[in-house]
């Protein structure tokens, strides 16, 4: 048997799912529509007539979901790094600290230039 049945298998049984899911969603969901729920959400915030052409999108939202993926980033080497702590020796604590430090300093950055501040 070729090796990569399985995956093949596998990715056409999460195709049939997505599919699945689409259409029964589309099947099953209510048809009421009204000018509120066709409208685009944006945390609560009444969304004001937009320029033609577009307009300026405050960097903000970009950089607080940037800063939240670096730190859950951050996170997941540090889980691991921790259950093997012990393997890992004076090399793991010396290459874990200088990761903390590297995300410290970028961390130290941001919160000086403001980044962390929502106006």
Known sequence: ??????????????????????????????????????????????PTPQPIGGGRFPVKYYLTAMLFIIFDIEIVFLYP????????????????????GTLGAAYAYVWRRGGLEWD
């Open 81 to 100: 790094w921790a259950v093997a702590f012990d393997q890992l020796g004076a090399f793991g604590l010396v290459e874990m600290v200088l990761f903390i």
């Open 1 to 46: 048997m070729n090796a990569s049945v399985p995956i093949i298998v596998l990715g056409l049984i999460a195709a049939g799912f997505a599919v699945f899911s689409v259409v029964a969603g589309t099947l099953a969901g209510p048809r009421r529509y009204n000018r509120a729920k066709l409208d685009a959400y944006e945390c609560g915030i009444e």
